[in-house]
């Protein structure tokens, strides 16, 4: 039970991190989140018993005999809240609640005011429907006594008011269903917007995806240890190695941001909604059942509260299974999703069995836990099909007695009837969604913990160090790439690859990096762009739009051919002509040819060979012309000659350059060599002049 608790109070505490910071900054807190909610159902509810009432009186002043005729009941019913405090008391609640509004003015700003006027739309179109639903019980309560009693003129009447009240229904809840989805998408919208920026943010989306947080270690090594030599070791590692470990349980976060977030917001409005309709209900169906039968009343509590906690005990292991169940046919359409990215590879390598065994896997690990799955859904959907059963009768039990003393006419079976099984299904929300409810638990869990991990990811450069402070292992930007006594190590290994490296490189010089494979080449590169961690020195490089890295393998994105190019500077930068003539400066002229529209979409990856795509980004180099730049095997696709014009378009434009590659010709454009062992050692060099 104690599991049961905390899982429902971390669930609760996810659901209000990923839906209040919509509705209300989260610095506000739960309380006011909790206060706002409450208040907006006491405006919705006092503003409309003042329409009610309004609209009684004017029919009364109107046509005087029309309530009398065709609602009898419901005036002095009205009436008796007024008379009473019932009525002061709404009122006063709505006040209070527009004055809570009011005084959360300043944080409703931001466009946050629309779902606030739509959820109080929906709260007033829940409540009219509730109202015309308690009023078909006193409907159908008259139809039964006008069959029994042979009454024709008053059962057409009655029917005639029936048929009025659907009519009515129909189009408030036409609107009720447009409304809740449509608040959905708008939220939905928002959320991923929301989570696709913290994504993007500070490369959280490397880190996640290379499968290790190196930024966050980084960031919590350097932010815990900052003037502090006497901590153990032992213990800052083991608390960066957690939290890479926490980075690496971020699976498939396309899925998160785009299915998640749409699942997550749909289904968040849709249970708010049908525990706002549960709640409704129940109050305004037990008190139709007190007016019938105290004891019927209790008996239908007692039974709901029993029911309830049967099903709650019996499903505790679903939000585990349907949680692990999200998970694994996440990774079986991620394997998919693989396949058809890296289908020629597959296909060269004959890889097709080994693809197949692989998805078999994803595939039977998906269906064995769907099966567990299916078997607890079974069992609590029979405990819920004799619960519902079971409670079809227990109203005759209680009023046949009454009827049979004749302390109660033939019409209350029916009206009691439609009230035992209103507040059934209110009280019993639980029960009968409980499968759905521990689907939704699993989905908050799963959103919100990527959600907190992009988040800390995005705000990890905060956390290294105080502005302006200069510490071990921070990088700065400069006029030039700058390293000082650094000590590369790999995140989550000890083994360094580089120990005490220093050099400079100015804007012209040529550096050239060999080393035997595994050395630590593409690592010295990725430290020097920003993307890995140091374990100490210094970094500096130069400001952002001046250092640009070129990889073996250039992405290509989906867009046209003027996207490509322009990549990743705003397409509208560049003319036509401009892109023309670099086209032909890297040997692409038979692009043009091929495709004359710069707006053309294609399947770039899979039209364009690997050596067109590399000389695709040296177009983009040449087009965004920084002062320094980073090559990876950058022409290991070209030819000689391809690679030599392509070299002394970067030595015309007197780039700083930083080479990795293992052709001896890459010698004649360096006027430096650093050549790396693999055991943490390394040779600077000058290179002859060709």
Known sequence: ????????????????????????????????????????????????????????????????????????????????????????????????????????????????????????????????????????????????????????????RIVAIYGLALMMALPIRASQFYLIPRVGVLWRQW????????????????????????????SLISGRTSGRTDGPRGRVEQTASSVADKAREIDNPDQRISQDTASFTGTSLSVAVGILEAVLSFFSFIVVLWTINSHLALLLIIYAVFGTALVLLASGRLVALNGEQLRLEADFRYGLVRLRDNAESIAFYRGEAREGEQARQRLGRAISNAQRLITWEALIGVIQSSYNDFSNFLPWLVIAPLYFARQVDFGVFGQAGIAFSQVLASVSFLVNNIDRLAAFSASIQRLESFQSEVESLA?????????????????????????????????????????????????????????????????????????????????????????????????????SLREQLCYPQDPVAFSDDQLRH?????????????????????????????????????????????????????????????????????????????????????????????????????????????
């Open 582 to 690: 670099v086209l032909g400066e890297v040997l692409l002229p038979d692009l043009l040819w091929r495709y004359p529209d710069l707006e053309i979409r294609q399947d770039w990856p899979r039209l364009l060979s690997l050596g067109e795509q590399q000389r695709l980004a040296f177009a983009r180099l040449l087009l965004c012309s920084p002062r320094f730049v980073v090559l990876d095997e950058a022409t290991s696709a070209l030819d000689g000659a391809a690679e030599q014009l392509l070299y002394a378009q970067l030595l015309r434009r007197r780039m700083g350059l930083i080479s990795v590659g293992h052709r001896p010709s890459l010698r004649l454009y360096h006027d430096r060599l650093l050549e790396l062992d693999g055991r943490g050692g390394w040779r600077l060099g000058p290179l002859p002049t060709p």
């Open 191 to 218: 959320l991923s917007q929301r989570l696709l920026a913290l994504y993007l943010c500070q490369r959280a989306y490397y880190s996640l995806n290379a499968g290790l947080d190196a930024g966050l270690t980084s």
């Open 459 to 559: 705000l990890r450069p905060a956390l290294a160090a105080p502005p302006g402070q200069r510490q071990q292992g921070r990088a700065a930007s400069a006029g030039a790439i700058r390293l000082s006594h650094v000590q590369l190590t790999p995140p989550g290994s000890d083994r360094p690859l580089i120990g005490d490296l220093s050099f400079c490189l100015e804007q012209g010089e040529r550096l050239l990096v060999m080393g035997p494979s595994g050395c630590g080449k593409t690592s010295l590169l990725r430290l020097v762009s920003g993307l890995w961690p140091l374990s100490s020195g210094q970094v500096q490089r130069p400001p952002v739009g001046e250092l640009m890295f070129i990889p073996q393998k250039p992405y290509m994105l989906l867009g």
């Open 1 to 156: 039970m104690r599991g049961w608790w905390s899982s429902l109070l971390a669930s609760l505490g996810g659901l209000r991190r990923l839906s209040q910071p919509y509705f209300l900054p989260l610095e506000a807190g739960a309380v006011s989140f909790a206060l706002l909610l409450a208040a907006l159902v006491a405006v919705v509810v006092g503003l409309s018993l003042l329409l009610l009432t309004a609209a009684l009186a004017f029919s009364s002043a109107l046509i005087p005999d029309w309530q009398a005729r065709f609602l009898p009941g419901v005036a002095p019913g009205v009436m008796a809240l007024w008379q009473g405090p019932i009525g002061w008391t709404l009122l006063g609640l709505a006040a209070a609640g527009a004055v809570a509004f009011w005084s959360y003015r300043g944080q409703l700003r931001q466009g946050r005011w629309q779902p606030w006027l739509l959820l109080g739309l929906i709260v007033l179109l829940i409540l009219v429907i509730n109202g015309i639903n308690v009023a078909i019980s006193f409907i159908a309560r008259h139809i039964d006594n006008a069959l029994v009693n042979h009454q024709s003129e008053a059962f057409w």
